[in-house]
């Protein structure tokens, strides 16, 4: 699991990467002196005046002087751009060198490895020295553990970043907000998460509706979805076994409840975390996988006790499942499937306005906390993260990058709702905190076996989930 998501991470890296850095005190001064250029006119004798164009005043950057401190960044792999690998790479060395002279400063890119990473920050803060001055994070480390604890730098306090501008995440803006205050971030746009690949050859062959039109016309929801895999759903060879369903997927419930609309924690007005697991629309979500799975049996049964995190996608592969609900990185594993396969948002809840996507741990940039002139670095990461003249636009550049990883564009088009809308992607945050994490694995099972309703089940451990939350982020 890891090396994959090491494999994505690399991946984007090279579109989306950003460094800036830590070090030393210095006193900053700035430069405001601009030279004007005194432009001459001047006439033939006997002839009339012609005015000769105006030049251009030369645009005269301001400086500062850092003091030569070294400012850091850090991740698990190496940042440093290589020469002559990429154009963004050759452009990276290039602003690198503007900015260390414009600042005077220097750029230095910590890689740690991935077992240490968040035990280095946590220690090197605490001691009052920060190891880096902004970090790439996990999202369950950014949650609650560092964000909520102190070890990160309040980003709106600082005064740098101008979040309105069309370089920024909005997406990661707003699930790295913390208390009404801005943490986490990074550019570009979204990437997909939890969405639902479909095997365009057996839709065809069952005479089902294209997943495409359907979503195109409002009527991917979960009606649409029960309909087609009572179709889908099969025994092929007529010995009392089905040999197709319909749907399959790691964490299916957890799908169900983001896409009716529902949260899982949130915070109230009073800035009180509490337990969002009962919302309504959330249970009715868990409800409608109980009776896919249990009244209905459209939903493969897990191979091996559901261990292995490959089975959904061997029986994707194999035609044994129709529609398969996965992250968007499942792609690169499908690269030799010999059947067609599109992809489309998750189906639309009877409770919800829009499509939304399930993410487990999205992965952001935060400046970590303690750092001496803060503004320093802020600026610096501000003026690395402009784009490079000449690139294309966030969206195009989303859909150029992501067009190596499906099988026609018509896919992505379908997915440009959590490119464009910040609130699509919907964060498991159950998963982040380990207490909460192993409750979950008792409820869920209740209603996957259909051993206890949604609403029982919940209600059990509601009580103890509250007492977790109150303990951690509400000091109680």
Known sequence: MFKRVLSLLLIVLLIFSFTAGCGTSGDTAVNNEKEMDEVETSSEEGAPDEETPEEEEPVVEETYDFGGRVIRGMAWWDMNPVEGSSETADNQIARK???????????????????????????????????????????YWFWPTLVANGFLQNLDDLNVFDFNEDKWNQTLLKIGTYNGKRYGFNVGRQEPRGVLFWNKEIFEREGVPSLYELQ??????????????????????????????????????WYFFFSNGALDLYQNEDGVWTIGLNDPRGIKGFQFAQDLINQHRVVIPPE?????????????????????????????????????????????????????????????????????????????????????????????????????????????????????????????????????ANLQYGFISAIRNNAKTPQVAIEEILPQAQAIVDELLNGR
């Open 97 to 139: 060198a503007e900015l260390e002279q414009k600042y005077n400063m220097k750029l230095e890119f910590i890689n740690t490895p991935w077992m240490e990473y968040l035990e280095k920050i946590t220690a090197s803060v605490l001691a009052g020295d920060p190891c880096a001055d902004y970090a790439f994070l996990e999202y």
């Open 216 to 253: 195109r016309s409002k009527q991917w929801n979960w009606d649409k979805l029960l309909e087609i895999s009572l179709k889908l759903t099969k025994d092929l060879d007529g010995d009392g076994i089905i040999d197709q369903y319909a749907i399959g997927g790691h964490d299916l419930e």
């Open 304 to 436: 091996g006790g559901g261990w292995d995190w490959q089975w959904y996608q061997n029986a994707f592969i194999d035609g044994r499942i129709a529609m398969v609900a996965a992250d968007m990185w499942l792609g690169d594993n499908l690269k030799d499937m010999e059947a067609d396969y599109g992809i489309v948002m998750f189906p639309m809840g009877p409770d919800a306005e829009k499509y939304y996507s399930k993410a487990s741990s999205p992965t952001m940039f935060a400046m970590l906390a303690g750092n001496k002139k803060p503004e320093e670095a802020a600026m610096v990461i501000d003026d690395w993260t402009d784009p490079f003249p000449g690139e294309a636009s966030p969206e195009e550049e989303w859909l150029v990058f992501y067009e190596g990883r499906v099988r026609d564009r018509e896919s992505l088009e379908m997915l440009t709702p959590i490119r464009d809308d910040g609130d699509v992607t919907r964060v498991n945050r159950w998963n982040a905190i380990n207490e909460l």
